[in-house]
């Protein structure tokens, strides 16, 4: 499932970075991409939010709404 993670504390490419190397190492994540000036992270994972929120605070970042990422092509 396609996820989109909203953050708060991620400044720079190099945050981006270590949030996206932080939630590929979880099992059940298959791709993930982070964009630092929209403060949000898209994911393709089949784990709870629970978990996707978790590895998020423990990178270092606040998670203010996990969602369902939609767009023209589902």
């Known amino acids: ?3 989109v993670i909203e953050v708060e504390g991620m400044c720079c490419k190099r945050c981006a970075e270590r949030a996206e190397k ?3 190492l979880l099992g059940g994540v298959s791709g993930a ?3 630092f000036k929209k403060g949000v992270i898209f994911v393709e994972s089949d784990l ?3 978990e996707l929120s978790a590895c998020v605070a423990d990178a ?3 998670v203010k709404e996990i ?3 939609k767009g023209i092509f589902g």
């Open 1 to 3: 499932m396609k996820k």
């Open 22 to 24: 932080k939630l590929l």
């Open 33 to 35: 991409k982070a964009n």
């Open 48 to 50: 709870p939010d629970e």
């Open 60 to 62: 270092g970042f606040a």
């Open 67 to 69: 969602r369902a990422r």
